[in-house]
């Protein structure tokens, strides 16, 4: 089964860290859906994706059950959902992880440290130059 990760699960050393391997990734693309940073963080907003935009750029992981249950457990925050997403130039059903109502708010700036795991992941999947610059641009908040 696939899972859409658009956020700081992109990060190859994020993803070994929690699966214990990199899993087979390809580049996916989640359309009407936007990325937002209202989930509540320690230090800012914290990765998201709603309904709304024009779409949102990602990976999808090959996973397992127990690769979710695990991802259940460690973000009690987000709750689980089936999406399609494009990939391959054709649309498949995926998991997306969504920040829970309760914790989330409007108007957050982006915790930096998300955007940067969110830049690299992005850059180590190689997805489209111009999704890249939009993500270097959120990074100008903070010279």
Same mark, same amino acid.
């Given at each position: ?21 990199? @899993?087979?990734?390809? /580049?996916?693309?989640? @359309? ?27 990976? %999808? ?14 973000? @009690? ?5 089936? %999406? *399609? ?15 829970? *109502? ?15 795991? /969110? ?10 130059? *111009?999704? /890249? ?7 100008? /908040?903070?010279?």
């Amino acid at each position: 089964m696939w899972l859409f990760v658009y956020g700081t699960l992109m990060d190859p050393e994020k993803a070994r860290r929690i699966f214990g391997r990199l @899993p087979k990734a390809k /580049i996916a693309f989640l @359309p009407g859906y936007e990325l937002v940073f209202d989930k509540i963080g320690k230090k800012g907003g914290n990765p998201n994706v709603r309904e709304g935009g024009n779409g949102v750029w990602g990976v %999808v992981y090959a996973v397992d059950e127990r690769d979710l249950r695990k991802l259940d457990l460690l973000s @009690p925050k987000y709750r689980r959902k089936i %999406v *399609e997403v494009i990939v391959d130039d054709r649309k498949v059903k995926a998991w997306v992880y969504t920040a829970k *109502e309760e914790f989330r708010k409007d108007g957050l700036k982006p915790e930096r440290s998300c955007v940067e795991r /969110i830049l690299r992941g992005a850059k180590f999947h190689k997805l489209p130059k *111009e999704y /890249i610059e939009r993500l270097e641009s959120l990074l100008k /908040i903070y010279e």
